[in-house]
């Protein structure tokens, strides 16, 4: 029972829950705002309806998306205090810098322009309403830096030095806090990832209707974009991929170890990169597995010979530094996440290349088992980026922040492990029940397709969007 | 003046925001079964703030976060000693917020009243508790030498909290009501005008108890001065709503909602959250502040922003002035 009400464990699995849920929808509000606001310009440039229908189609599964980013969000914030409030002591000066940036900066102004979106089509001349749904793509891209910057701080702290006699880290450099080397790879590794994710149900949705044979002058240019997006963000989410794990190496090379357990220091043809292993959960030991030699090696360091630490040897180097512990992650989470995120981006990278070739010059396929697997490109993108967090964030334990502040030594002490269960149960809950209902009402808004947008003007030749009211 | 004081009213300023902007729609989701007669008149109701909740609603992330930012100590004794009082603020703006965008998903009625539930329940609950949370931050709670509150969620709801809680209650219920007559045309708004008479009566004899005690038990000089101006502020607005000037009404409202947060910051003063048990754990400006350089940065930032983050929000508010009137919501096709 003790066990079970153990208010670190359940603090823990309560962060990784609202965490990977709040982030189910991040992605989707950065990719689709941005959708919208390039189909709207569209619209804005020609005035065709099928341009306004692709905009309104996409723009109301952003909206019912958006809700549930906002308000898990809040919980976020929230819970740094409520569960991790010797976390927040020890950081809140370097770390609330940049939370308070975000809203200052990026969140009061996406969700200002949001509202403006939503609800001025009809109140604000053209040009100005198709700024706002820029700016609310902006404000959404902006406020993913700052959150990003917070998050590089606990994997590579930068900026700050540490005050002993208050016992905690305080900021001396916001410009290096703002430019972490973690950060600066993160962001646009992150951000193209999301392009991915909002292309993934760009695709699907267009992929449903081109099956059925419906909605084509709408979901023909849709499934195009969704395509092209995919590729273009797909190769832009490997570049920066690959320059995030280089800053992974120099910064946190027990993360890379765990990434491919490896326990021994390799180097050169030995540094290789298993594809596929069987073998114990925690890679301890192998039955069979499909190695690449070198790559390993060329991930980490950008050259066929280089040495890749392994975690053997970085225990024992933590331990002489930090003392005695464990400062190895679980592995079979690391290894495993790290494999299905670039399994899975690779192959929608594949998907997507394979997409364009069959439509191309209008031509549309007619086996329907073409488009089962253009369906699936959502849910697989989302999961992708999923199990990136969880590879980020799982990958970091046992630090909070990294070589400053051990998770355990974080948590809320006055906070009872009834208290966290209690919240734990509410948000599990609550947070099943809505992704039931989003779930549904997605589904739902893409099999309506893309609404009536109206009768073209018949001396201007566009066609003018109607009144919005909840 | 010290940049960590300066902090201490920027973060009144942002809560005065706070409370000014998402009271008011707090009470407008509250007054949902008292002036929602049918479909239409709730769907005039919800969207008299449909454009401007959410950015409403930002204003406590941006205090929480300049709290978390400035005084790190507080934002950590606040957030872990009020857990479960939070976490049922958290889950009713969970509630409430997607509500306004569900709601109309679905043409069953059946679906539309679940969420107006949710809304009435979403916009009370945190109306309520956080009058609570601040009466007893102003009262003090107890803490120990790590400044970790050491108290339960019952000892959170004494008397002098509750009647906090129900002094905002009351005072956002009003201030939303009558933003409906200020937003709304004909039958609705009179009977908004006619509510908010009656709620606001309570809300003043409320709101002086509530004064009144908070003077006489941690009532400094500055208190008793913004005590005053948020009394004559909401019998003022008051008698606005009597006489049918609902523009100067709201605005003697929000005044009311901003000095009484003054008072209230007034009367915390140079603590942030008193310890009941021992002055000596009490948590100060002073010691709950984060350093000089990253308030330096915070204060630039801050600076900048605010006017630019001041005139876009007030140009939504210019953008949606008009009335929302039945006409409209049954015109629009949905």
Known sequence: MNELLDPLLLARWQFGLTTVYHFLFVPLTIGLATTAAVFQTAWYRTGKAEYLGITKFFGSIFLINFAMGVVTGIVQEFQFGMNWSEYSRFVGDVFGAPLALEGLLAFFFEATFIGLWIFGWDKLPRGVHLATIWATAVGSIASAYFIIAANAFMQNPVGYEMNAEKGRAELVDIGALLTNPVAVAAFPHTIAASFMVAAGLVISAAAWHLARNQHLDTMRPALKFGLWVMVGAGILTTVFGDQLSLAMVATQPMKMAAAEATYETVCGADASFSLFTLGTPDGSSELFSIRVPYLLSFLSTHTFDGCVEGINDLQGQYEMLYGPGDYTPIIWITYWSFRWMIGLGMAHVLVAVIGLWLTRKGRMPKRPWVWKIAIWSFPLSLAAMIVGWIFTEMGRQPWIVFSLLPTESAVSPNVTGLDVLISLVAFTLVYGTLAVVEARLVVRAIRNGPPEVGEPDPETGRVEPATTVY | ?334
């Open chain 2, 1 to 334: 003046m010290d940049l960590s004081v300066l902090w201490f009213w920027i973060v009144a300023f942002l809560f005065i925001g706070y409370f000014v902007l998402d009271g008011f729609d707090f009470g407008v989701g509250m007054s949902l079964p008292f002036l929602g007669r049918d479909e239409t008149d709730r769907r005039v109701l919800i969207n008299t703030i449909g454009p401007v909740w959410d950015l409403n609603e930002t204003w406590v992330i941006v205090a929480g976060a300049s709290l978390f930012a400035a005084f790190p100590e507080w934002y950590a004794t606040l957030f872990s000693g009020f857990y479960l009082a939070l976490l049922l603020i958290l889950l009713a703006l969970i509630a409430r917020g997607v509500s306004f965008e569900y709601r109309h998903q679905r043409p069953e009625s059946r679906w539309k009243r679940s969420f107006d539930r949710m809304i009435i329940v979403g916009s009370a609950v945190p109306a309520f508790l956080w009058g609570v949370a601040f009466a007893n931050i102003v009262q003090g709670v107890p803490l120990d030498a790590g400044h970790n509150y050491t108290g339960t969620l019952l000892d959170l709801l004494n008397p002098y909290a509750l009647l906090g809680g129900a002094t905002t209650l009351l005072l956002f219920f009003t201030h939303g009501v009558v933003f409906v007559s200020l937003k709304t045309e004909g039958e609705l708004r009179e009977r908004a005008r006619r509510l908010a008479a009656r709620s606001g009566f309570i809300a003043i004899v409320v709101a002086a108890a509530f004064l009144a005690w908070t003077g006489l038990a941690f009532g400094a000089p500055w208190f008793w001065g913004f005590a005053a101006a948020a009394a004559i502020a909401l019998v003022a607005g008051w008698l606005a709503n009597a006489g049918g000037a609902e523009g100067l009404a709201f605005s003697l409202l929000a005044i009311t909602t901003a000095a009484a947060v003054l008072a209230l910051f007034s009367a915390l003063f140079p603590e942030v959250m008193p310890a009941s048990n021992d002055p000596a754990n009490s948590l100060t400006i002073e010691n709950a502040s984060s350093s000089t350089y990253t308030l330096t940065v915070m204060s630039w930032t801050a600076l900048i922003f605010f006017p630019l983050v001041l005139a876009y929000q007030g140009w939504t508010y210019w953008v949606f002035r008009k009335r929302v009137t039945r006409a409209s919501i049954e015109a629009a096709a949905h």
